[in-house]
């Protein structure tokens, strides 16, 4: 079966850094455009990162120059790197995969606080 499963999430302070991983099984990881996307309490689901099977990379506006997303085929996984976190980054941090089925993992809880 499909699991994706986030780690790396955490507190940390306002201009700091975390780096999320998602660890995908159950499907053939290279065909798949991996996503990262986000939900703070209180609002909907939103795009973070997207990075497709040629690794071209999408982001959203208020991630752009700081967060950046990576894949690795041979390990299955996908990563965030995110720099200069701000306050408003606080959610929790759910990984996606989509060939034409669609699943996410469980997410993870990043918070940026002083």
């Known amino acids: 079966q499909v699991q994706l499963v986030e780690s790396g999430g955490g507190l940390v302070q306002p201009g700091g850094s975390l780096r999320l991983s998602c660890a995908a099984s159950?499907?053939?990881?290279?065909?798949?455009?991996m996503g990262w996307y986000r939900q703070a309490p209180e609002k909907q689901r939103e795009l973070v990162a997207t990075?497709?099977?040629?690794?071209?990379?999408n982001y959203a506006d208020s991630v752009k120059g700081r967060f950046t997303i990576s894949r690795d085929n041979a390990k299955n996984t996908v990563d965030l790197q995110m720099n200069n976190l701000k306050p408003e980054d606080t959610a929790v941090y759910y990984c996606?995969?989509?060939?034409?089925?669609?699943?996410w993992g469980q997410g993870t809880q990043v918070t940026v606080s002083s």
């Open positions: 159950g499907f053939i990881f290279s065909i798949a455009t």
């Open positions: 996606n995969a989509d060939w034409g089925r669609n699943f």
């Open positions: 990075i497709a099977v040629g690794s071209s990379t």
